[in-house]
């Protein structure tokens, strides 16, 4: 006879708690990278619904950067916590991917076996029932055993809502937050709100599932446990097994939250090594669903004058007399005096071009989206020259060329192994580069660069969270491979704060 849970039911159903306590984990250490929530795109301080610091933001812009507002978890609470949002992405990757395929799993063979019959409800009459029980649990009474067959009318009610409702949303929402999708279909970032709308709503979805979590837990404990754990453990009811059960119950719960610790630990022990271990597995999901999504045509028209934001946040002050003289002396002059190097690493060419070249190249002019992978956005219109064209100046594309570093005449605001700060650069393949939306911006609403936001010129990208955007620009160089520069991943963020090369997510 089958048992009432059948192996996958209980295997599927242990995969996911411990794949949810690691997105919960990892969701909560990229939130501490920015502990604020917000309603509206423009993320102007004193507008969050809600916050989990005391830290008051100034109003004034440019004096304060996102990287300043991380909150340090405990490695205990977020995965792997300590101001490692890079690596918790990557945690965050691994395990949707996972979660998506283990409820996959789940879905199909609730469906093949039949046995969505008896989670999913078919009449009407489940409300009332589960009305009836919720007042009797309200009342510290439990209903019968015989009241479960296996599950009542508020477990189906509540076991369909986090399946087919609550787990989707999560998706839904996660999904919205990613730069590919909002550069290919800007339209289903609005539909939630935008990105602050999406960020809100998973916020909320989350806090829903954990407090599912907990009830769920907690009644599997406190409603006719001997049941309950049995046949959690054999699949079958077979009282006399409950010790048995019991203990393995409690053994498994210690030995998932002792590897959710582990899995900080082994992180932050050697961080370039979790790095170098997670991307290539995240890899795998960002070039099945993301990496080939290209945008639409920068999206024109999709956002309006009206959507420009009020505040824009910064990441990255502007560069100090120590850290770079020249861009300092170049700024007194008003960029009277400014160059971009344009360089080809293959053949070992280089040319210096000026401010006004790069003006009378066509021009290109967006409206769009700017988000930091840390959660603020900003909407502005942008306006530049087209990385290409700019590139153009030097010559046609080299042959071997296959990624555009470009670096700034400021230093990384911090190195991950505290090592000296070294100058800013990123990394884009050539697909990215050839967007229309890639431009090396030197206006936005219509008025040049601010200081903080990277005067004289700074790269915008459309398909790419803001770490690709490097301000300040000193130089834009065709290059073969991004493994021989810098810590070899790709850019100062990918270096230092250890994401991932392709920004898409
Ligand atoms: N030179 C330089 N460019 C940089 C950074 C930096 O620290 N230095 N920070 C990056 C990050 S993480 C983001 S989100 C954007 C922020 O752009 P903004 O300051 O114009 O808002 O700049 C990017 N470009
Ligand atoms: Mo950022």
Request: glycine share 8%; aromatic share 12%; charged share 20%.
């Amino acid at each position: 006879m089958n048992p009432d849970f059948p192996l996958w039911l209980r295997a599927t159903h242990l995969i996911n708690f411990v794949l949810i306590g690691m997105l919960l984990r990892s969701g909560w250490e990229m939130l501490s990278s920015m502990p604020r929530l917000w309603w509206s795109n423009d993320c102007a301080p004193g507008k969050e619904w809600l916050k989990f610091t005391k830290r008051e933001l100034p109003k004034e812009e440019g004096v304060y950067t996102s990287l300043m507002d991380e909150k340090s978890l405990s490695p205990l609470i977020a995965l792997p916590g300590r101001e490692n949002i890079g690596l918790g992405r990557h945690w965050h990757g691994l395990s949707v991917m996972l979660w998506v395929l283990n409820g996959l799993v789940y879905v199909v063979l609730l469906f093949a076996t039949g046995l969505w019959r008896r989670l999913i409800p078919t009449s009407w009459d489940v409300f009332p029932e589960a009305f009836e029980t919720l007042k009797m649990y309200l009342s510290f009474n439990v209903p019968s055993i015989e009241h479960f067959q296996p599950y009542d009318a508020l477990q189906m009610l509540g076991y369909s809502f986090v399946i087919f409702i609550l787990a989707p949303f999560m998706i839904l929402t996660g999904v919205a937050m990613a730069p590919a999708i909002r550069a290919r279909f800007p339209w289903y970032v609005k539909l939630w709100g935008g990105h602050q709308g999406a960020r809100s709503l998973h916020f909320i979805a989350m806090v829903l599932m954990s407090g599912f979590i907990v009830m769920h837990v907690g009644l599997v404990f406190l409603v006719h446990p001997k049941y309950n754990l049995v046949h959690m453990v054999f699949g079958d009811v077979e009282p006399a097994r409950f010790a048995q059960a019991f203990v393995i119950v409690i053994a498994t719960i210690v030995a998932v939250l002792v590897f959710w610790v582990a899995l900080s630990y082994w992180t932050l022990a050697d961080r370039a090594r979790a790095h170098s271990i997670l991307v290539p597995l995240t890899e795998i999901g960002r070039k099945i669903f993301l990496n080939r999504l290209r945008p639409t045509n920068s999206a024109p028209g999709n956002f309006t004058e009206d959507d420009i934001s009020e505040f824009h946040w910064t990441n990255g002050l502007p560069p100090t007399e120590e850290e770079s003289a020249d861009w300092v002396r170049m700024r007194e002059q008003d960029f009277a005096g400014y160059e971009i190097v344009l360089a080809d690493d293959i053949g070992g060419t280089e040319k210096k071009v000026t401010l006004d070249e790069i003006r009378s190249l066509p021009q290109a002019s967006y409206i769009a989206v700017h988000t930091c992978m840390q959660g603020w956005s900003a909407t502005s219109r942008w306006t530049g020259a087209k990385l290409t064209d700019v590139l153009g100046l030097l010559g046609p594309r080299p042959a071997g060329a296959r990624y555009v570093l470009i670096d700034s005449f400021g230093l990384a605001q911090k190195m991950y192994d505290n090592r000296p700060r070294e100058p800013f650069y990123a990394v884009i393949d050539l697909e990215t580069a050839e967007e229309e939306g890639t431009i090396l911006s030197y206006e936005r609403n219509g008025r040049p660069l601010d200081i903080h936001l990277g005067a004289p010129a700074r790269l915008r990208v459309e398909s790419n969270h803001g770490y690709k955007m490097v301000k300040w620009v000193r130089s834009i160089r065709w290059i073969a491979d991004y493994r021989d520069y810098g810590d070899g991943r790709g850019g100062t963020r990918e270096d230092s704060a250890l994401q991932a090369f392709n920004g898409r997510i």
